[in-house]
C-alpha cells in the first residue's frame, strides 16, 4: 500500500485567495490532487493550516457531491489495479503552517506512517497540472524498486527517493520509501523537503517524463 500527503496549509497570499479552494476544471486543487494521488495511492493524507476549518468543510462538502454524482467511478476501478480495497482521505492540521512548509511534509510524513505504507508520494497543492499517469508511473517504478529489496531487512533500511524530471528540471510529487519517510519525518534541522532527501536518502532516483505539470506550481491567478 502507499499513502498520498497533499501539502495544502499555506496561506496563498500570492494567489488572493485558499489555493486549496482554487478550481482545476470543475473541481477544487484539494480534490484534483486527491484524486492524482489516488492513481497510486489508497490514502491521501490532507495537510490543512490556514483557515482549516473553514476549508476542511467546503472540501468535504465537494466529496459529497463528487460521490453523489458518479465522479470517482474512475478512480475506483483503477485503485483495483493497485490492490486498494478502499480509497480514502484523511485530514491533519499544521497549527504552525507560518514556519514554512517543511513543517507540514513532517506532520503528514508523520501521519502517512501511521497507515504502514509502502512508500509515500508527497505533492504539493499548488501543483494541480501534474497528471494523474504520471502518479501511477511513479508510483509503479517505486514499487519495483522496493520489490527489487528482497530481503526484509534490506527493504527495512531502503532509503530511497524517486524524482519525477521533466526537460531535465526536477518536479513533484516526490515518492519516498519508508525508511526514507521515517528519517524526514524526524529531520528537523532540515531546512525544506529537498534538503531532507540529500541528507537522508542513500539513493535517489529520476522518472523522466513528458509531464511538464511536474514543474509548474500556481503561485498567483494566471500562473
Request: proline content about 4%; some cysteine.
Amino acid at each position: 500500500m502507499m499513502v498520498g500527503v497533499l501539502l495544502a496549509a499555506g496561506a496563498s497570499t500570492r494567489m488572493g485567495s485558499a489555493k486549496a479552494l482554487r478550481k482545476c476544471g470543475p473541481e477544487s486543487f484539494v480534490a484534483h490532487g486527491v484524486r492524482n494521488l489516488w492513481s497510486a495511492c489508497d490514502s491521501v493524507v490532507v495537510v490543512l493550516g490556514a483557515d482549516a476549518a473553514r476549508i476542511r468543510r467546503r472540501i468535504e462538502d465537494e466529496f459529497v457531491r463528487l460521490v453523489q454524482g458518479g465522479r470517482f467511478d474512475c478512480e475506483l476501478h483503477a485503485a483495483h489495479r493497485h490492490h486498494a480495497q478502499r480509497l480514502e482521505v484523511r485530514f491533519v492540521v499544521n497549527r504552525q503552517w507560518k514556519k514554512g512548509m517543511y513543517g507540514s511534509v513532517r506532520l503528514g510524513l508523520a501521519a502517512a506512517l501511521k497507515l504502514r505504507p509502502a512508500a509515500v508520494l508527497v505533492l504539493p497543492v499548488d501543483h494541480p497540472h501534474v497528471r494523474a499517469a504520471t502518479v501511477l508511473d511513479l508510483g509503479t517504478v517505486m514499487a519495483q524498486a522496493i520489490h527489487a529489496a528482497r530481503h526484509p531487512r534490506t527493504r527495512a533500511g531502503f532509503s530511497y527517493a524517486l524524482v519525477p524530471r521533466h526537460r531535465g528540471r526536477r518536479g513533484h510529487p516526490i515518492a519516498l520509501s519508508t525508511a526514507l519517510a521515517r528519517a524526514v519525518a524526524k529531520d528537523g534541522a532540515a531546512e525544506h523537503l529537498a534538503d531532507a532527501v540529500r541528507r537522508n536518502a542513500r539513493l535517489v532516483g529520476y522518472l523522466d517524463v513528458r509531464d511538464a505539470g511536474v514543474t509548474r506550481n500556481v503561485n498567483r491567478p494566471g500562473d
